[in-house]
């Protein structure tokens, strides 16, 4: 039984269970970055901008998945720069330093590191630390900000996506209710980390500010997710959402094929005139050390 399902959260299994998720889906996500790319590519640009991401920059790349941002700011930074991907699972950095490696990025670094431990990174200072849909999965935010700022060098700036409330983000909530129900998990814990656990921009700001950053900036940017179907989206969130595979994680094969059927089903919604569009909606935050 995973720690989802208990009544008490438990961090270490929390964190346990993400590394293994992600190890697992690393190829997946890795097979489906030129969709997350355009998903996701508008917040990215508007993050690299509010974090002032320019020629020569020095770049922390938090929580970096197989690296569609990294890769931004590498372009962005160009050779004179430096970018230093992180992230908990081995297995998906692994595609970050690939991609770079193909890009002809030498200027791009990868260093398995959990996000909440920042202090243990010996670098010189950086102009900015980004995380793109990683802050919201960590169980202690507050360390993870510190760290981040702490990285920065004075005047730097973090910058961070997450996804806003489960209303506007009807892609993904839908099929977390739909589980939630199924494997009747209790409603999330205050503080426990998840996907819209930094949904409403009030509570955003306080995690910036409470972790000693100024001049907190929040926009939101509309990111529909568009594919050609309801099922195009079911194989995407299958393959690559591991949040709810960690969440399914206490139901028997047969009850879970049951979910993903109800999951497409209820997906259709956002299916017409022969294509996907489901509803999304990103927070782009930014402050400064």
């Known amino acids: 039984m995973t720690s989802v399902l208990q009544k008490v959260f438990d961090p270490i299994a929390f964190k346990e269970t993400t590394r293994a998720q992600w190890d697992g889906a690393a190829d997946a996500w890795n097979r489906w970055s030129?969709?997350?790319?355009?998903?996701?590519?508008?917040?990215?640009?508007?993050?690299?901008?509010?974090?002032?991401v320019q020629t020569g920059?020095?770049?922390?790349?938090?929580?970096?998945?197989a690296g569609g941002q990294t890769m931004a700011a590498a372009r962005r930074v160009g050779p004179t720069g430096y970018v230093l991907a992180t992230d908990l699972?081995?297995?998906?950095?692994?595609?970050?330093?690939e991609n770079a490696r193909l890009a002809g990025f030498g200027h791009?670094?990868?260093?398995?590191?959990?996000?909440?431990?920042?202090?243990e990174i010996k670098a010189t200072p950086f102009q900015a630390v980004i995380s793109r849909v990683g802050l919201i999965y960590f169980p202690d935010q507050h360390k993870a900000l510190t760290g981040m700022r702490d990285q920065l060098r004075e005047g730097g700036r973090v910058g961070a996506i997450t996804y806003a409330s489960a209303a506007l983000n009807g892609f993904f909530a839908i099929p977390v209710g739909i589980i939630r129900?199924?494997?009747a998990l209790p409603a999330p814990l205050p503080g426990?980390?998840?996907?819209?656990?930094?949904?409403?921009?009030?509570?955003?700001a306080k995690r910036l500010s409470d972790a000693g950053l100024k001049d907190v900036r929040i926009e939101r940017v509309?990111?529909?997710?568009?594919l050609a179907s309801a099922l195009d989206c079911l194989q995407f969130e299958q393959e690559s959402f591991a949040a709810l595979h960690q969440m399914l994680g206490?139901?028997?094969e047969p009850e879970k094929d049951d979910a993903w059927a109800e999951i497409e089903e209820a997906l259709g919604e956002f299916e017409h005139d022969g294509r996907f569009e489901g509803p999304c909606e990103m927070l782009v935050a930014s402050a400064t050390k």
């Not at 699972?89 to 330093?97: C, E, F, K, N, V």
């Not at 791009?108 to 202090?119: N, P, Q, R, S, Y």
């Not at 509309?222 to 568009?226: D, K, S, V």
């Open 192 to 204: 426990q980390p998840g996907p819209f656990s930094l949904g409403d921009p009030d509570v955003l």
């Open 89 to 97: 699972s081995p297995a998906i950095l692994r595609h970050t330093a």
């Open 181 to 183: 129900r199924r494997a």
């Open 108 to 119: 791009v670094e990868t260093i398995v590191k959990d996000g909440e431990e920042l202090a």
């Open 57 to 65: 920059s020095r770049v922390l790349d938090v929580a970096a998945g």
């Open 222 to 226: 509309i990111a529909p997710l568009r």
């Open 34 to 52: 030129p969709l997350l790319d355009r998903w996701l590519g508008p917040a990215t640009e508007m993050m690299l901008d509010m974090t002032q």
């Open 250 to 252: 206490g139901l028997s």
